[in-house]
C-alpha cells in the first residue's frame, strides 16, 4: 500500500518564520488551527509504565495548548488493556495500529487515511529514534512537515541522521542530546530541550489508588515508594527470540547486572532502614517494569533485618493512572528507574532519581531542570548521602514540596513554549 499524499510541498521551516517575535497565547488563538490535525507516533511498549505515561503526557499537552486540534494517534504497542486506559482518558483521540515494513507499506488501510487527513507528524517522547520507519513512511508518502517532541537522540546512527536532517522541529528530552546532534552535524534553531512528556501527564485512578491504600494500611505521607532496577532491563527473558540479542549480548547484560545489584540496592536498603526505625512509618516496594516484582524480595526486601521487614509492602505491575493515586499520597519515591520520580513530580510528590550510568544520557534532564539536589548518580553516591537527603524531607516536608512546584513550573513553560512553535508550524500546513 503506497501513493503519494497530494498536496503541496512544505519542507522544513525556517527558524526564523517558527520563532516570529509575536507568541500566540494558546487560549486566543483557538479558531487558527479549526480543521488541523496532528498525527502522533507513540507507544512504544506497555510492559514498562514509563513508556505508557509519555503517551497521555503528549496528548495532554496538545490538548491544553492546543485544544482545537484533533489528533490521530499511531500507537506502535498494542495492549487492549492500555488502548482502554487512553480512549478514557481522551476519547477524542482516534487511536490506530500498523506496522511498517522494510518496504515502508504499512499493514492497515486506516494509516494512509491518517497520512492524507494529518497537517504534521509528531515522533513522540522515548530513548531514541524508535519511530524511525513511521516517520520514513511518512516521508515516503507526503511533504508535509514532522519533528520530534521530548526524544534522547544519543549518538544517532545515520538512517536517524538521514531522518532528522529533514524534520522541521527537534524537541530533546535533555540538553546533552543536542550536543550529540551537534556533533553530527545537525544544528539550528529547530532544535531545542523540552523534557520526556510523561511530565504533564494528568491522568489518575484514584478510586483504585485510595482502595489498594486502605487494604495496604498506607496513609497519606506516611509512606515512600522505592523502585529497583538491574543495570541493563533483560529484555532477553521476556522478549521473542531472545530480544535479537547474542549470546554474547546476553552474557554482557547478566554478568554486569549479577555484579551491580547488590551494590546498587544496598544503599537504597540503608535509606528505608533509616526511615522506618526514625520515623516508624512503612515503605512500599513497587515497580515500573514487569519484571521488577521477580527482583524485589531479593534486592530490597529479603536481606532487611527482622524488625524493618513488618513495615516493608510490595505490590505488582500497575498503570501509570494508579501509580500516579499512589504516588500522589506518598512522602517521597525514591526510585532507580527514571519514569516513577516524574509521575511523583507531576504528583506533587518529592522524588530522588537514583542513577545508574548504563541508564542512557536521559537522566540529564533533571539537572537541566534544576534537580540536581535529588539526582544521585549511584555509582557516585553512599548509601548515607540518600538517607541524609531523605531526612530532610521528612523533617521539612512544605521546603521540599515548594522547591519541587518551583522547578515542575519550568516545566510547564517549556512546554507552552514548544507548542506555539509548532502551532506556526501547523498552521502553515
Known amino acids: 500500500m503506497k501513493r503519494r499524499v497530494a498536496i503541496g510541498k512544505i519542507g522544513t521551516i525556517s527558524a526564523s518564520l517558527l520563532i516570529s517575535d509575536m507568541l500566540f497565547s494558546s487560549c486566543g488563538h483557538s ?69 511498517v ?172 532502614i533509616a526511615y522506618v526505625k526514625e520515623t516508624g512509618n512503612k515503605v512500599l516496594v513497587c515497580p515500573e517494569m514487569t519484571y521488577q516484582v521477580d527482583i524485589m524480595d531479593e534486592l530490597l526486601i529479603d536481606p532487611l533485618p527482622d524488625d524493618i521487614k513488618p513495615f516493608v509492602l510490595k505490590r505488582g505491575y500497575w498503570f501509570p493512572d494508579e501509580a500516579a493515586s499512589v504516588y500522589r499520597k506518598a512522602l517521597a519515591v525514591l526510585s532507580f528507574e527514571c519514569h516513577s520520580p516524574i509521575i511523583a513530580a507531576v504528583n506533587e510528590t518529592p522524588f530522588f532519581y537514583l542513577r545508574q550510568p548504563e541508564d542512557t544520557i536521559k537522566g540529564h534532564m533533571y539537572y537541566d531542570l534544576g534537580f540536581d539536589d535529588w539526582t544521585f548518580e549511584i555509582e557516585q553516591t553512599e548509601g548515607s548521602q540518600i538517607t541524609n537527603r531523605l531526612k530532610e524531607i521528612w523533617t521539612d516536608f512544605p521546603g521540599a514540596q515548594d522547591f519541587l512546584k518551583k522547578n515542575m513550573g519550568h516545566v510547564g513553560d517549556i512546554y507552552k513554549e514548544s507548542v506555539e512553535e509548532l502551532r506556526k508550524l501547523i498552521s502553515l500546513a
Open 31 to 99: 479558531n487558527s488551527l479549526k480543521g488541523k490535525t496532528i498525527l502522533l507516533v507513540s507507544g512504544w511498549q506497555d510492559v514498562n509504565i514509563g513508556d505508557i505515561a509519555h503517551t497521555p503526557g503528549l496528548l495532554n499537552v496538545f490538548q491544553t495548548y492546543m485544544p482545537e486540534v484533533k489528533i490521530i494517534l499511531w500507537k506502535r504497542s498494542k495492549s487492549e488493556e492500555v488502548g482502554k486506559l487512553l480512549k478514557k482518558n481522551f476519547p477524542k483521540v482516534d487511536i490506530l495500529y500498523g506496522n
Open 101 to 272: 515494513d522494510k518496504e515502508k507499506n504499512v499493514d492497515n488501510p486506516e494509516v494512509m487515511e491518517a497520512l492524507e487527513k494529518a497537517d504534521v507528524m509528531v515522533h513522540g517522547s522515548g530513548p531514541m529514534l524508535v519511530g524511525a520507519d513511521n516517520l520514513s513512511f511518512w516521508m515516503e508518502n507526503t511533504d508535509k512537515p514532522f519533528g520530534v517532541f521530548g526524544t534522547t537522540l544519543q549518538s544517532p546512527s545515520e538512517y536517524h541522521q538521514h531522518i532528522l536532517k529533514k524534520s522541521s522541529f527537534i524537541y530533546t528530552r535533555e540538553t546533552i542530546s543536542i550536543e550529540h546532534l551537534e556533533k553530527v552535524g545537525i544544528k539550528g534553531e529547530h532544535i531545542k530541550f523540552a523534557p520526556d512528556a510523561t511530565f504533564f501527564m494528568d491522568i489518575r485512578d484514584d478510586k483504585k489508588g485510595d482502595r489498594f491504600l486502605e487494604e495496604a494500611g498506607l496513609e497519606d505521607r506516611k509512606f515512600i515508594c522505592v523502585i529497583p532496577r538491574l543495570r541493563f532491563t533483560p529484555y532477553h527473558q521476556f522478549n521473542p527470540n531472545n530480544n535479537g540479542w547474542s549470546e554474547a549480548k546476553i552474557n554482557e547484560v547478566e554478568t554486569v547486572n549479577a555484579a551491580k545489584k547488590e551494590i546498587d540496592h544496598a544503599k537504597l536498603r540503608e535509606a528505608m
